[in-house]
């Protein structure tokens, strides 16, 4: 069992930046991939990344490369998400969640969810 609590979003400008933090419970946190996704007004929720627990590769949707950066650490069980550049576009609720499965892009391959964290972005 691994419960999550996300923190750090805010309203932000236009091309300020943001750093989400992720706090996991449970002893078995570090065998877990980990993902942040979103979810915007109105839409369906999106996988921005995931990192594999064992390599630590990682996956970016393409609207978030070169400015979103993941990383985990496992001493503190937490993860991040550090969002630099940010748009109007990148306005939504952001949940991390844990999978063990693979290749852990799909919303239903994951197993615990955080209750999610506002990031608002003006223009």
């Known amino acids: 069992q691994v419960q999550l609590v996300e923190s750090g979003g805010g309203l932000v400008q236009a091309g300020g930046s943001l750093r989400l933090s992720c706090a996991a419970s449970?002893?078995?946190?570090?065998?877990?991939?980990m993902g942040w996704f979103r979810q915007p007004p109105g839409k369906e929720r999106e996988l921005v990344v995931r990192m594999y627990y064992n390599s630590g590769s990682t996956y970016y949707a393409d609207s978030v490369k070169g400015r979103f950066t993941v990383s985990r650490d496992n001493a503190k069980n937490t993860v991040y998400l550090q969002m630099n550049s940010l748009k109007p576009e990148d306005t939504a609720i952001y949940y991390c969640?844990?999978?063990?499965?693979?290749?852990?892009?799909?919303?239903?391959?994951?197993?615990?969810w955080g209750q999610g964290t506002q990031v608002t972005v003006s223009s």
């Open positions: 449970g002893r078995t946190f570090s065998s877990y991939n």
């Open positions: 969640a844990a999978s063990r499965r693979y290749p852990a892009r799909e919303v239903s391959h994951y197993d615990y």
